[in-house]
Nanobody
Framework: QVQLAESGGDLIQPGGSLRLTCAASGRTFRENFIGWFRQAPGREREFVAA????????YYTDSNKGRFTISRDPPKNTVYLQMNNLQPEDTAVYYC????????????????WGQGTQVTVSS
């Protein structure tokens, strides 16, 4: 079983940028699609982005495409989410996990959820 640890969340003003980091321990996740998900207060967890094992294929929602970039560093067993032009509606706890089907862009995932990292966008 892989353990996931998310970090990089912060309080940031609208229009700002953050880079989130997902680090894995327990075993490598080089062979897995990895995704970012988020859950805002009072809402269901939702898909944000995903990346293939090779890093050559990425998946985003329409609202995130062009603002968010997912990437991975296999030697470090790490996946990143660069978020630009953040808006108040991006406020949520962000999680990483292995999506059941990246192309489906659902919040269904394979592993136990970590603690997540809080992103708050507010002036």
């Amino acid at each position: 079983q892989v353990q996931l640890a998310e970090s990089g969340g912060d309080l940031i003003q609208p229009g700002g940028s953050l880079r989130l980091t997902c680090a894995a321990s327990g075993r490598t996740f080089r062979e897995n699609f990895i995704g970012w998900f988020r859950q805002a207060p009072g809402r269901e967890r939702e898909f944000v982005a995903a990346i293939s094992p090779s890093g050559l294929s990425t998946y985003y929602t329409d609202s995130n495409k062009g603002r968010f970039t997912i990437s991975r560093d296999p030697p470090k067993n790490t996946v990143y989410l660069q978020m630009n032009n953040l808006q108040p509606e991006d406020t949520a706890v962000y999680y990483c996990n292995a999506p059941q089907a990246a192309a489906a862009r659902t919040a269904d995932a394979l592993w136990e959820w970590g603690q997540g990292t809080q992103v708050t966008v507010s002036s």
